[in-house]
């Protein structure tokens, strides 16, 4: 069985470091979307050893907070399902009171239509924030 996390980044890579890299999604929608990704095929969170789920949440915590300071959103939520794809991988996603699915969850029925002008206002800023999150993922791991 092949894994697509395993034969490729998984969306724009942003950082890549010798044990996991950051990816953005394209999330239609959700431009703010995130994914920290285990380089090595496991499961499960559960499979790594003790240091390893620390340098994952760790680095898990490093977007969440970049997300934080330079967009501002309502909420970031954090998943990892991997029921789709069973490679470890979390989710880290900007929300926004504008967007097509808030409160509920990025895979739920949207609520509203889709606010073009606030998507395409945040994208314009993605190529900075994906420089201040490589900043800030390089000074962690440094």
Same mark, same amino acid.
């Given at each position: 069985?092949?894994? /697509? ?10 950082? *890549?470091?010798?044990? +996991? ?8 929608? $959700?431009?703010? $979307? ?32 970049? +997300?934080?300071?330079? +967009?501002? /959103?309502?909420?970031?939520? !954090? ?6 794809? /069973?490679? !470890? ?6 929300? $926004?009171?504008?967007?097509?699915? $808030? ?10 239509? *889709? ?21 800030? +993922? ?5």
């Amino acid at each position: 069985m092949s894994c /697509p996390l395993c034969t490729e980044d998984g969306g724009a890579l942003v950082w *890549r470091g010798a044990r +996991l890299r950051v990816i953005r999604a394209n999330e239609a929608g $959700f431009p703010a $979307f995130y994914r920290v990704v285990w380089n090595a095929h496991v499961a499960e969170f559960s499979d790594l050893s003790p240091a390893e789920r620390a340098h994952c949440m760790d680095a898990v915590a490093v977007v969440e907070q970049t +997300l934080r300071e330079h +967009l501002a /959103p309502a909420k970031i939520n !954090l998943a990892a399902l991997g029921n789709m794809v /069973p490679h !470890l991988h979390w989710h880290v996603i900007a929300r $926004f009171g504008w967007d097509s699915h $808030f409160p509920a969850p990025v895979w739920a029925a949207a609520l509203r239509e *889709r606010d073009s002008a606030q998507e395409d206002a945040l994208c314009a800023r993605l190529p900075a924030l994906d420089a201040q999150v490589r900043q800030a +993922l390089a000074q962690w791991a440094a």
